[in-house]
């Protein structure tokens, strides 16, 4: 049976860690789909499209990896994928709160379907899309934060 992992976030916009993320569990899984969420509650500055576009610029040299949108309960994609691995990135102690509640609602809505946590590396364990874009409005500098196509995006998008 082939290994599918689905990772799904924001992703708004993809950041390198990210993208590390990425790249490390497509070589663990046979395919990885990477889902860019889309949600009427929060307040995204990319368009699901813009960030779905993003990430399969990025990616799409790698075989292994599709990108998808989806609206509504990463559980439900992952049936109708017959997926059985949520892939979701660790970094600061934060994380494994939100984390961890997230994982045992996805248990208890799911129980065939298992999380897998996987550590940020130490060098991108500080980088967030928010953090990146509030570096961004106020013009820091922000190679290495974003692959380097993003970086004219989010002027563009944050300041005019
Ligand atoms: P969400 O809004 O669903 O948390 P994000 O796009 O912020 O989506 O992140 C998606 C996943 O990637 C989350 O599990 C998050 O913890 C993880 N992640 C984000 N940034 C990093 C990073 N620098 N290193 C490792 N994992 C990360």
Redo the contacts with the bound molecule.
């Keep these: 049976m082939s290994k599918i992992a689905v990772y799904?976030?924001?992703?708004?916009p993809i950041?390198t860690?990210?993208l590390?993320?990425i790249e490390r569990i497509s070589n663990i899984f046979d395919h990885v789909i990477v889902l860019v969420?889309e949600s009427n509650q929060k307040d995204y500055l990319f368009t699901a499209n813009e960030r779905a576009e993003f990430l399969k610029k990025i990616t799409k040299d790698n075989p292994k990896v599709e990108v998808d949108i989806f609206k509504g309960l990463t559980v439900e994609y992952m049936k109708k994928r017959k997926a059985h691995v949520i892939v979701?990135?660790?970094?600061a102690v934060a994380?494994f709160e939100y984390?961890g509640t997230l994982a045992s609602m996805n248990k208890r809505l799911a129980p065939e379907i298992e999380t897998f946590m996987i550590f940020?590396r130490p060098e991108?364990?500080f980088?967030?899309?928010r953090a990146v874009k509030e570096v961004a409005r106020h013009g820091g500098e922000l190679k290495g934060l974003v692959p380097e196509f993003i970086i004219p995006e989010l002027t563009k998008k944050l300041r005019g």
């Design positions: 799904p976030g924001s992703f708004d950041t860690g990210h590390d993320i969420a979701r990135g660790l970094r994380d984390e940020s991108y364990y980088i967030s899309s």
